[in-house]
């Protein structure tokens, strides 16, 4: 991109910013909150790039002075300064040009919602479920790195160990835009501890990240739902309290069912089982909008196919595999110890890269 045509864009962006800014000084604008919230997401979500944007705004400006002096300074030691600050820029710049593209890539208005996940076991018996409970070790980790909070919200334990589904919301700054790279199928190739002759079998757990719906996003009508009661049950079906404090809702124009036992409060139970429904619903219309975006380009975000197999996790070789842009890792208990992040980098390089080439203003 022409560094004319760059500097053009990123002044149109300061100009929006300054804009929003001068609409969030307004006291009034507080009377219409959705509004607020709204704007206040697009301040946060440009302001990074109105920051790189001066960064390289004083670079350019900087090579520009740089090249003056060694045209017109006499002085050795000055032309030699000169130089080496052009040197210098020259090596900076392109790389600061290439983050203010990525940065401009409009980004996806989800990736700041908080996340609910479903970790399921699937082919592998026992020791699916076993892998899905390493699989939510993991991300418990990793969210506690982030500093991020995990709820639960249900549970189907496994009968060796490990759930047959868990499903749990992750609350925290940016959880969505993070976490969406793992929705798809994780296999794992390990000896059971079941396995008496030491062979390595494959198992597998499936993956699904969703965006929350906040109340903003859906509107729901308590005449289309309808609220069941249960006494909250552990392994085996056994009642784990006398009250019934499990709650079931179903929507009746879309027919999905949700429910919660986590909590011994019916209240609080209720709440997280609505949050769970409202999200279901507005998912069925995002996940339309992700297979819109997989007919048009490869993308790194797996929610509309979870059936494709991402990421392969080899415990003889102590190796990790992530399908999706061939990366390999040899550490395999640090990676399951919630040491994710640099896989997730590169997924989203990936991913940002993909959508640089359908951006003909960012070519």
């Known amino acids: 991109m022409p560094e004319n045509s760059l500097l053009t864009k990123l002044e149109g962006v300061r100009r929006k910013f300054e804009s929003l800014e001068l609409q969030l000084s307004d006291h009034t604008l507080v009377q219409d909150m959705k509004r607020y919230v709204a704007l206040n997401k697009e301040y946060a979500g440009i302001e990074p ?11 350019m400006r900087n090579l520009s002075s740089a090249k003056e002096l060694l045209l017109t300074e006499k002085d050795e030691e000055m032309r030699e300064f000169a130089k080496e600050e052009i040197d210098r820029l020259e090596e900076e710049i392109p790389e600061m040009e290439q983050h203010i593209k990525f940065l401009l890539i409009p980004a996806d208005p989800q990736d700041s919602k908080d996340a609910i996940m479903e970790i399921r076991a699937g082919t592998g018996g026992d020791e699916a479920s076993i892998f899905a409970g390493d699989l939510f070790r993991m991300y418990s980790k990793f969210a506690e790195k982030k500093g ?3 709820e639960m919200t249900g549970v189907s334990e496994g009968t060796s160990g490990g759930y047959k589904e868990i499903i749990f919301k992750v609350t925290g700054t940016g959880v969505y835009g993070v976490l969406k790279y793992e929705s798809g199928v994780h296999r794992v190739q390990r000896v059971p501890q079941t396995e008496t002759q030491g062979r390595v079998h494959t198992s597998a757990a499936s993956v699904a990240v969703l965006p929350e719906a906040d109340e903003f996003d859906v509107e729901l009508n308590d005449k289309d739902i309808r609220k069941d009661t249960f006494c909250s049950s552990g392994p085996g079906g056994q009642s784990v309290n006398t009250t019934y404090s499990a709650i079931r809702l179903t929507h009746i124009p879309t027919g999905i069912v949700v429910q919660c036992q986590d909590e011994k409060s019916q209240l609080k139970n209720y ?11 507005y998912n069925m219309e995002y996940e339309k909008y992700l297979n819109d975006i997989a007919a048009k380009r490869k993308t790194m975000v797996s929610s509309g196919d979870r059936s494709a197999k ?8 102590s190796r990790v595999t992530d399908h999706r842009i061939n990366y390999t890792m040899h550490n395999l208990p640090v990676f399951m110890d919630g040491e994710i992040q ?3 980098d590169l997924l989203h390089i990936a991913e940002n890269t993909e959508r640089l080439k359908d951006d003909p203003s960012n070519t």
Not at 49 to 59: L, P
Not at 310 to 317: A, F, G, H, V
């Open 271 to 281: 709440e997280k089982a609505l949050s769970e429904l409202r999200t279901r619903i």
């Open 310 to 317: 991402i990421r392969t996790y080899n415990y003889p070789q």
């Open 49 to 59: 790039i109105v920051r790189a944007g001066d960064k390289y705004r004083n670079a």
């Open 148 to 150: 991020w909070k995990l």
């Open 342 to 344: 640099e896989v997730i």
